[in-house]
């Protein structure tokens, strides 16, 4: 079992930066492969980032591509994911995921690719 729990979330306005956390139980954690998920008011969960175990590789959905980055600190056991230029229709809550990396530099995109999930942390960026 993984626990994750995400922290960093809050209110800004738009234009501002914010920085999430999720931290894993797990201090195997370096063999897990982890994700970025959000879910705005009335819509489904949404695919934001991916990364892989080693950090080497990431990839992100369109609608956030050049303005969020994922991280990783296998030492820390912990995922970042640092969102810069917030929009109003980045509000959301946001959920970190993980697996395991069973192909290397493998990067999953799917919400039942993953087994782990934590709580959700909201994110409210005002116009």
């Known amino acids: 079992q993984v626990q994750l729990v995400e922290s960093g979330g809050g209110l800004v306005q738009a234009g501002d930066s914010l920085r999430l956390s999720c931290v894993a139980s797990?201090?195997?954690?370096?063999?897990?492969?982890m994700g970025w998920f959000r879910q705005a008011p009335g819509k489904e969960r949404e695919f934001v980032g991916a990364?892989?175990?080693?950090?080497?590789?990431?990839y992100y959905a369109d609608s956030v591509k050049g303005r969020f980055t994922i991280s990783r600190d296998n030492t820390k056991n912990t995922e970042y994911l640092q969102m810069n230029s917030l929009k109003p229709e980045d509000t959301a809550v946001y959920y970190c995921?993980?697996?395991?990396?069973?192909?290397?530099?493998?990067?999953?995109?799917?919400?039942?690719?993953?087994?782990?999930w934590g709580q959700g942390t909201q994110v409210t960026v005002s116009s």
């Open positions: 995921a993980a697996r395991l990396q069973d192909i290397a530099a493998m990067l999953y995109t799917r919400e039942y690719e993953y087994d782990y």
């Open positions: 990364i892989s175990w080693s950090a080497g590789n990431t």
């Open positions: 797990r201090r195997t954690f370096s063999r897990y492969a």
